[in-house]
């Protein structure tokens, strides 16, 4: 009696063109999801007021890379994603060593987050190795894996939900007269006109200004990278130098950073505003006087006349 052996066939052994498709997927993938990242980031600034120039420009960027992002993670028509993935990030490593070689700190590709330019073109260059590596000699046309496909439906979804739910959120909001203040989770805007014998109402978000509500004060609202505001702090450090006795507070708005050397009295107190907020006066620098807290007088700056005690 004879005993029949049934051999089993081997494993298949992965075909170099299946593991370069495999390897091409998993590169879009993360293409896609690093593009996501950088543009929620961005579109966070855009929606909190962070972002004041080429506003047009930003958000096309931000919404060209959602879109590149979701369609990478998808893996339809993988040839052409590929392809785009390629030049997209030849143009993002451009745009880095360009920013790099002008000596700036952070490239702003990833929004509220530093980065140094140095490191996203680091990034930029391994992801285009990347893409260039596993970019086919031709078109394939296997259609894309179905959990990425409604992943990336879910993504979408979601990004479009996020912006809707973070326009509303982050919608701006406004200093009223009497120092209340409606909204303004990101930008809020002030009529400083409009505080006229009222108490300053900008005291309630200024650390420190208590000293401020006693005697006559005239207080500066100003950005440190204002030139304007720079030439109006100058001029009236100058003068105080022969007037000791007169009180100047200078508040400066977020995002914080030094004046230059040698422009600010000793007697001058320095405040800063809240950095919960995004302060946007209607002018720059807004001069306020004030007596026992109340104000005055409200003006602007301008350079040749002297508009301070």
Known sequence: MT??????PASPIPQPQTVKRRAADW???LAGAILIIAGMLKAYDLLRGAVTTEY??????VLMELAAGVWFISSIAAYYALRGGALLFTIFLAVSLHRAWQGQINCGCFGPVPMNPWITATMDGIFLLMLLAVIPAQEKTAPAERWR???SALLGLGILCGIMGGAYYLKPGMLHANGTLTGGHG????QPPAWYAKRFPLAHYVPGSTAMMHGKWLAVIYFHTCPVCQHAIAGISRRLEAHPDHHVALIQLPPYGPLPKGIINAHMLQLKASDAHIWRPPFLPVLVD???????RVRSYIPGAWYGF
């Open 187 to 190: 930008v809020v805007f002030m």
């Open 27 to 29: 590169v879009l993938f």
């Open 149 to 151: 496909t409604i992943l």
């Open 3 to 8: 005993q029949e052996t049934t051999i089993q």
């Open 290 to 296: 004030l007596h026992n807290g109340v104000v005055t």
């Open 56 to 61: 047009f420009f930003h958000c096309t960027e």
